[in-house]
């Protein structure tokens, strides 16, 4: 498990993650302009982004939009990792900005605590 306090940076989440499910649709444009959808959920989340299993093939940078279907609230992110499976890939992002509202959760940790402006 990763731990906000590793020393090792690469190791290091700046938010806690929360295991979580929660359906969301991602939409990107492909590199002939099309643009694809696909309902996946959540496997877990933090105030920055989060990780999902995806059928579709999507490259680290590559932008995306998560599209919650409940709220119909979007939030722009990019993929930071994609880690490849049989028929799907676990595929972490990171949202353009720490954005933990997107998420339902009611009493999240204590270090989703955006700073002050």
Avoid at 106 to 113: L, T
Wanted: hydrophobic content about 40%; charged content about 20%.
């Amino acid at each position: 498990m990763v731990n906000v306090s590793d020393p090792n940076p690469a190791n290091r989440r700046r938010s806690e993650r929360v295991m979580l499910q929660v359906p969301v649709i991602v939409r990107t444009t492909a590199r002939g302009g099309q643009v694809l959808e696909e309902e996946s959920q959540t496997v877990a989340v933090n105030a920055h982004g989060g990780l999902m299993k995806l059928k579709m093939e999507l490259q680290p940078g590559q932008p995306i939009v998560l599209i919650n279907p409940k709220t119909k609230q979007e939030q722009s992110c990019r993929v930071v990792r994609v880690e490849h499976g049989t028929g799907t890939s676990a595929v972490a992002f990171e949202f353009d900005k720490p954005t933990p509202q997107f998420w339902p959760i009611v009493f999240p940790p204590a270090d989703w605590g955006l700073p002050k402006a």
